[in-house]
């Protein structure tokens, strides 16, 4: 690898331990639990697209993620992604 590889890989490294600690602290249990479980399975396979598409959802109120994962409200455009959809399909098995 060249150093600005070996640079990006420690920086997506980085983002995924940090983003993994955040999924499994968010502060409801449900959150955590849904969100920590998903990160420790599938993280270490995201691309740095992914990982922005999780790291936005990972800023959305727990109460609001929960509403959406259950159907209490529909997921705003924004954030119905395959992510998302992934996020609750490894949620719905739990």
């Known amino acids: 690898m060249t150093e600005l590889a070996d640079q ?3 920086d997506l490294e980085m983002r995924r331990r940090r983003a993994r600690f955040r999924a499994w602290h968010r502060g409801m249990r449900e959150a955590d639990l849904i969100l920590g479980r998903f990160a420790d399975t599938h993280i270490g ?4 697209a992914r990982m922005d598409e999780f790291e936005t959802l990972l800023e959305v109120p727990d109460g609001d993620l929960l509403k959406w994962m259950t159907g209490e409200q529909p997921v705003p455009p924004a954030f119905d992604t395959p992510l998302f959809r992934d996020i609750r ?3 719905s098995k739990l």
């Open 8 to 10: 990006t890989h420690a």
């Open 45 to 48: 396979a995201m691309d740095e």
């Open 89 to 91: 399909a490894t949620a």
